[in-house]
């Protein structure tokens, strides 16, 4: 990375890697940044108000991005997909089983429904269905009815009913909670976090400047599916994959940010410019 050029935040954040893109980007390098969490918005704000002008937030999904960027083209985009750490460990939100709080889930709390009104809400075959597709939970049938047979009795509104509900009725296997897959198949549900994701990859593709650089972080395997197809794709239609298989983190980043474990950095280029391949010839 050298100085200049206009780079993409998709995931804002807390702006951990917008910051480092500003950094390495100096003196003349802007960055577009994008997050659907007004409240991390607001909190990357302060951390990026020593960079002035050079930053433009958004409050919208990364999938508004070519819209906002018109007829300019990025020399990098950076999604880091799903839910951040802070988001995890605000109990308000309610992503997490570990503590008990209000069953949300929301990325942008200022719309859409909650993850409380989709399972008191939904018919059990549906919800069976969206258990089983985004959790990949074998025994999302039986979670289904057992959420049924408890809202019967009363609205299910927090983690901590809908972690024992699940834990009652599901086994994980050695070291993973067993309400893990059904609470990431609510929050993929309620965020839609893969509807129009390969279409939303192949767009963000076409928004690159000539050797420019497409880099997604993925923490499950249903988004990393994507990614991998979506990119494989963009291969064949002229792209240079720059990953053949994904990064993983190291042993000293995982020392550090244990929750790295299940990231996977896969990315793309476009073809340079022809001038450009000449002057590298």
Not at 80 to 106: A, I, K
Not at 132 to 138: D, L, N, T
Not at 162 to 179: E, Y
């Amino acid at each position: 990375m050298t100085s200049g050029g206009l780079y993409v935040d998709g995931t804002l954040g807390l702006a951990g890697h917008a910051r480092e893109i500003l950094v390495r980007s100096a003196p003349a390098g802007r960055l577009v940044a994008f997050d659907r969490d007004a409240e991390s918005l607001a909190e990357a704000k302060q951390t990026l108000a020593p960079f002035g002008e050079r930053v433009r937030f958004v409050h919208d999904d990364f999938r508004r991005i070519p819209e906002a960027l018109g007829q300019e083209r990025a020399s990098g985009i950076l999604l880091d997909l799903g839910v951040s750490s802070v988001q995890l460990d605000t109990v308000e939100r309610g992503f997490s089983f570990q503590c008990d709080g209000p069953l949300d889930m929301r990325l942008d709390r200022s719309q859409g429904e909650t993850a409380a009104e989709v399972v008191n809400r939904m018919h059990e075959t549906d919800l069976a269905d969206v258990i089983y597709r985004f959790g990949e939970e074998h025994a999302s049938r039986r979670v289904a009815r057992a959420i049924v047979d408890a809202r019967r009795k009363g609205e299910i509104t927090r983690t901590g009913e809908l972690a024992t509900i699940v834990r009652r009725t599901a086994k994980g296997r050695p070291g993973l909670d067993p309400a893990t897959r059904t609470f990431q198949a609510l929050r993929i549900y309620v965020n839609h976090e893969l509807e129009g994701l390969d279409a939303a990859l192949r767009s963000l593709a076409e928004c690159l400047a000539p050797g420019g650089r497409l880099a997604v972080i993925a923490f499950h395997s249903l988004e990393d599916r994507e990614v991998k197809q979506a990119f494989r794709a963009l291969a064949r239609e002229g792209f240079r994959l720059l990953t053949k298989k994904p990064i993983r983190p190291d042993e000293d980043e995982l020392r550090r940010n244990p929750r790295a474990r299940s990231a996977k950095l896969r990315a793309i280029e476009r073809a340079p410019a022809a001038g450009a391949m000449r002057e590298a010839a």
